[in-house]
């Protein structure tokens, strides 16, 4: 971990902020990322199935017939995670 680091005297705390957080942040953006799809998904079946939040809208318009509006809630999820995962990537690397 950072041995160039330590060999030009910056102790541990140091290699840690200036040497690992850094080169780990993608890949901890990425699974962060990962878990909050994974949420959002069973937020949206829970809710299918009666606790509320995007999944309560979904229902009520997919018993409306309202394909539109049910199209339009997926598809914002889907892109705004999309789009705000792709901007963090751009920033960490």
């Known amino acids: 971990m950072g041995e160039s680091a330590a060999a030009a005297g910056a102790t541990r705390s140091q290699r840690i902020s200036w040497v690992l957080l850094p080169q780990s942040a993608p890949t901890n953006a990425s699974y962060t990322l990962l878990v909050l799809d ?6 949206s079946l829970l809710g299918i199935v009666g606790a509320g939040g995007i999944g309560m809208e979904l ?3 997919l018993r409306l017939f309202e394909c539109g509006s049910v ?3 997926v598809l914002v999820v889907v892109v705004t995670l999309d789009r705000s995962a792709s901007y ?3 920033k960490l690397i």
């Open 88 to 90: 963090l990537r751009k």
């Open 38 to 43: 994974g949420n959002v998904c069973a937020a």
């Open 71 to 73: 199209l339009t809630i």
């Open 59 to 61: 229902t009520q318009q």
